[in-house]
């Protein structure tokens, strides 16, 4: 029929409206032609497995919480705090000091090895995503109240008219027995033996500590809880020269806020 599209081209009424004759223009690209190969993708396999094997470890050592920081950091706190408690306390204390000083400079030491882990793993798992992401800010979390909750014990006990005496068991147990917990509660999400076997030396040290009684467990936490983490980092390094691979962010979660 006079007027009517040319259908010719197979492309349809608009296919060639516009264009006398109703050929489509072409634009000097070939639609079938194919897509230019990559020539940086691996072009076997093997060689593809390797690249996704190499990018996996290059992830692993950019988001690697170094045991030894944390480990260090802590064991240092403890043995270093816990020791000046113990050599103050006591009616003949060998170091000739206020108890309050010394509680303060522990408080201190604490506060010193919370920063140092908190910057630490910060670093590290900077712009991780996904379940890992968000088991680790869940256990962090964990750490966090469990120690706002001992301190509000502490701080509840006190308001009752707690002889000084428990008032200082309690506070020297209870939080070795919460870090203890988490440690192995994290090996256990993480499958990290180190962390477990830490996390049950603590809570042995602390069984030891309750039945030798004040101050004496003030140098039991220090010498065992504070040297059993030393001894940790000890075996994060002799671990790392054996060339075990990074541990990636899972202990970053266990450590984030002891």
């Known amino acids: ?27 000097g690209v070939d639609d079938a032609a194919p897509a230019p190969a990559d020539d940086d993708a691996p072009s076997d396999p093997a060689a593809t497995a390797a690249l996704i094997v190499q990018q996996r470890a290059r992830l692993a050592a950019a988001t690697d919480v170094d045991g030894r920081v944390l480990f260090g950091a802590w064991g240092l706190a403890w043995l270093l705090g816990f020791g000046l408690l113990y050599l103050t306390a006591g009616d ?9 000083v010394a509680g303060v ?22 712009g991780l995503h996904g379940t890992s992401s968000v088991q680790g800010a869940m256990y962090g979390w964990t750490w966090t109240l469990g120690f706002v909750a001992i301190f509000a014990l502490g701080g509840a006990l006190a308001r ?35 962390q477990f076997v830490l996390g049950a030396w ?7 500590a309750s039945f030798a009684g ?7 936490m220090a010498v065992a809880g504070g040297g059993g983490m030393l001894v940790g980092a000890v075996a994060e390094e002799l671990r790392r020269r054996r060339g075990a691979a990074p541990r990636g962010a899972g202990l970053g979660g266990a450590a984030a806020v002891i």
């Open 92 to 100: 003949d204390p060998l170091v000739v000091t206020s108890p309050t």
């Open 1 to 27: 029929m006079a007027g009517s599209p040319d259908t010719s081209t197979g492309g349809g009424p608009t296919a060639g409206r516009g264009v006398p004759g109703g050929h489509r223009m072409r634009t």
């Open 214 to 220: 004040r101050p004496l467990m003030l140098a039991v």
């Open 105 to 126: 400079v522990f408080a201190g030491l604490l506060m010193t090895a919370l920063v140092v882990t908190a910057v630490h793993v910060a670093r590290r798992t900077a």
């Open 160 to 194: 009752a008219g707690a002889d000084p005496e428990v008032l200082g068991t309690v506070m020297t147990i209870a939080p070795p027995v919460l870090v203890g917990v988490l440690y192995m509660a994290g090996a256990a999400l993480w499958r990290d033996r180190t």
């Open 202 to 208: 603590i809570l042995v040290a602390t069984v030891i």
